[in-house]
């Protein structure tokens, strides 16, 4: 299976906030959105970071608690790993396992098609192995 199918699966909605954002106002959509993550595009819609639970996590425990003062900008992750839609769900998963991170935006042409979790794929994984017993216990069966 592939990014492409997980996403005509789950949709290919992106939760987006501007580099110019306040923290808060990102805490505030992830929170009203019930996602982990939100996506920092760029003009063309080509993700240039992404902010998370993570990164809130870690601007508290070292003492950043003005979140209505900081722009979205300072604190999120720029490193930012993208899978393309004929990427293989276990590829991704390597990806993420190997990076630590868990959302993967799926870029084509530099455009933002997509995001997927590790959740998503883990979900993915799952319901194939149940499959696979599934066809051997018939196989045995038979």
Request: hydrophobic share 45%.
């Amino acid at each position: 299976m592939t990014l492409k199918e997980v996403l005509a699966a789950k949709g290919r909605r992106v939760i987006t906030v501007s580099a110019r954002s306040s923290v808060a106002d990102a805490i505030r959509t992830m929170h009203a959105e019930q996602v982990g993550s939100v996506v920092v595009p760029d003009s063309g819609a080509c993700p240039v970071g992404i902010f998370t639970e993570r990164d809130v996590l870690r601007m508290y425990a070292e003492g950043d608690r003005d979140f209505d003062a900081l722009p979205v900008e300072s604190r999120m992750t720029c490193s930012v790993m993208s899978g393309r839609l004929s990427m293989p769900v276990d590829e991704a998963l390597g990806l993420m396992t190997q990076g630590r991170f868990r959302h993967l935006p799926v870029v084509e042409d530099e455009k933002l098609l997509g995001l997927v979790s590790i959740g998503d794929l883990v979900k993915i994984k799952l319901a194939e192995t149940a499959e696979e017993a599934q066809a051997l216990r018939a196989y045995i069966a038979s």
